[in-house]
């Protein structure tokens, strides 16, 4: 047997999988944990890993971790198993096993990492938060644990803005430095176009980022702006007219920070936006270190980077109050009407009549990311749901979640028959269609909805939501507040539940709220891309005249 287990290590090293899985398998024997762990290893780094070898490699892992479930060995073949179950959007064997682990690898990184993903896939952002602090507490330079630490931390309400902060602050002083020098603005030929970075992981023709961006490329003045995407997407996307609008377009997903710090650098990018914070795929470490003289931003993460090294940050009058900008690592650009605007969609528009009309029942709608139902939120949903009688609420996720595990969860509030759950998989012109079978929709917090805020007003449906105590938890009513109704925001979850249940028991004043959103979205700063773009161009001369004015050309 041990001369076997040299062999399948020796193939294994010439990357020879397919050959040690072939030898494994006509084993006769009863196979030990060490050779079972071989098989399941090789299986995921074979050539055109399939569905069935993922299948079996889990099972592989499960039968090493259950016989030796307190070695080495068992740890990492539960790790590998967790990974590989939570792929698959299952977590109830995981969390079982990981009940069994001995107390003595409750610092295990892989471990605690991997059921991290559990968590986040589970819809349990309390618990996710917990293992994180437990990574950070053994690892505290651990840069993609920290932002989702403060990431998700904005689902629910455990901080306040100084705290945001103060994290922030924290986990940006434990950002690497790659000591490759400052960088200044170079303006010796004042007659060049400026070059404007836009740093996103998710740029993509469909994208939702893309119907905030598309129409600002488009109409930025050409004669002065240069514009460059900087992307981290895994795969090259579908780009559609984007090719058309911007000037150039690099991927760096393959470089590792200091070859991607170099290579950017070497664009004179005159301005960067990063357009995703601490949002997955980020790239964090770079903004640390300075890609572009001028740092700003916006649009992808609505609270501070903590980040000295961003300079930065847009946002408008309603989303950030003067007595709270301290707590902001950036100096805040606001915009006296809305913070972004979207370009509306392409299809034909058309007032629907409310649904509640046919069907004789209120149907309330979110189609938020399933993370920002925090339990405040869907507490409140429950309350309204059993005032309301005989409603309905339509949820659809923008991504994969265990919905078995959330499903438990609307049981728990009692609301599991009143709700349905739309597959997420649908094409984008049934995803938009879907708000025709909503009456009003329900924003949530404190983590507030904005891409399926634009697209309820858009197609006509009112939104509610409550005034926040951030950027990030203000979203909503700014972009109420831009539409002209303030009624729909409201001022504490008791106001929310009295709004919601007055407009779904005065049929006339719902209908009537519901034409008024449709007449005024279109004449409202909401989707006034070419006006926004004008804003957008003042704020970029205003913050270059700024840093000019600190002399800080060469």
Not at 101 to 109: I, P
Not at 232 to 253: E, H, T
Not at 413 to 429: P, Q, R, S
Not at 452 to 475: D, H, M, Q, Y
Request: with cysteine; proline share 1%.
């Amino acid at each position: 047997m041990n001369n076997n287990i040299e062999l399948y290590k020796q193939l294994y090293n010439n990357n020879k999988f397919e050959e040690v899985i072939e030898k494994i398998e006509t084993l006769e024997e009863v196979k030990s944990s060490q050779i079972l762990y071989i098989l399941g290893i090789c299986k995921l780094k074979k050539k055109n890993v399939t569905q069935e070898d993922r299948i079996s490699a889990r099972e592989d892992f499960r039968k090493v971790f259950l016989d030796e479930k307190n070695s080495n060995r068992g740890i990492e073949a539960l790790t590998n198993f967790i990974n590989l179950n939570t792929d698959f959007y299952e977590t109830e064997d995981s969390l079982k096993y990981y009940s069994l682990v001995d107390k003595r690898y409750s610092t295990n990184l892989g471990l605690l990492k991997a059921i991290s993903r559990v968590y986040q896939f589970s819809n349990n952002i309390e618990a996710r938060i917990k293992i994180l602090e437990k990574v950070l507490e053994v690892d505290i330079s651990s840069i993609d644990e920290w932002c989702s630490y403060i990431y998700i931390n904005n689902f629910v309400n455990n901080w306040n803005q100084e705290k945001f902060y103060k994290k922030s602050r924290e986990f940006s002083e434990n950002i690497k430095s790659m000591d490759q020098g400052n960088l200044k603005l170079n303006f010796v030929n004042k007659n060049r176009r400026i070059r404007i970075g836009f740093f996103t992981s998710d740029f993509s023709r469909y994208h939702s980022i893309s119907y905030f961006l598309r129409n600002v490329l488009k109409n930025l003045d050409k004669n002065k702006f240069e514009t460059v995407i900087i992307s981290n997407a895994l795969k090259d996307q579908d780009l559609g007219d984007f090719n058309m609008i911007i000037d150039k377009w690099y991927n760096i997903r393959d470089l590792n920070d200091l070859s991607a710090l170099k290579f950017i650098r070497e664009k004179n990018l005159d301005i960067i936006f990063d357009l995703m914070g601490f949002t997955s795929e980020h790239r964090i470490s770079l903004f640390k270190n300075k890609i572009a003289p001028i740092q700003i931003s916006w649009l992808g993460y609505c609270n501070t980077s903590g980040l000295s090294e961003m300079d930065y940050i847009f946002a408008d009058r309603n989303l950030i109050f003067e007595k709270e900008e301290k707590f902001y690592t950036e100096k805040v650009i606001k915009f006296e009407k809305i913070w972004n605007a979207h370009e509306g969609f392409e299809i034909e528009r058309k007032k629907i009549k409310t649904p509640a009309i046919r069907n004789k029942f209120i149907t309330f709608g979110s189609f938020n990311n399933f993370n920002k139902i925090s339990n405040q939120t869907l507490r409140v949903w429950s309350v309204i749901l059993k005032k309301v009688e005989n409603s309905k609420l339509i949820l659809k996720s923008s991504i994969n979640f265990n919905l078995e595990d959330f499903r438990k969860k609307l049981k728990l509030n009692g609301i599991l028959k009143n709700v349905e759950i739309v597959n997420k998989n649908l094409d984008f012109d049934n995803h938009l269609n879907q708000y025709d079978n909503i009456d009003f929709a329900l924003d949530t917090f404190p983590y507030n909805g904005v891409t399926t805020t634009f697209e309820a007003i858009w197609k006509g449906v009112p939104v509610l939501s409550i005034l926040g105590f951030n950027f990030n938890s203000r979203c909503g009513s700014s972009i109420l507040k831009n539409l002209g109704i303030d009624d729909l925001i409201a001022n504490n979850e008791d106001d929310y539940i009295s709004k919601a249940i007055y407009f779904s028991n005065n049929l006339q004043a719902l209908i009537r709220l519901r034409d008024k959103v449709y007449d005024l979205a279109l004449k409202s700063p909401l989707f006034d891309t070419k006006s926004f773009t004008i804003d957008f161009e003042n704020k970029i001369n205003f913050i270059l005249k700024n840093e000019l004015e600190k002399k800080i050309v060469k």
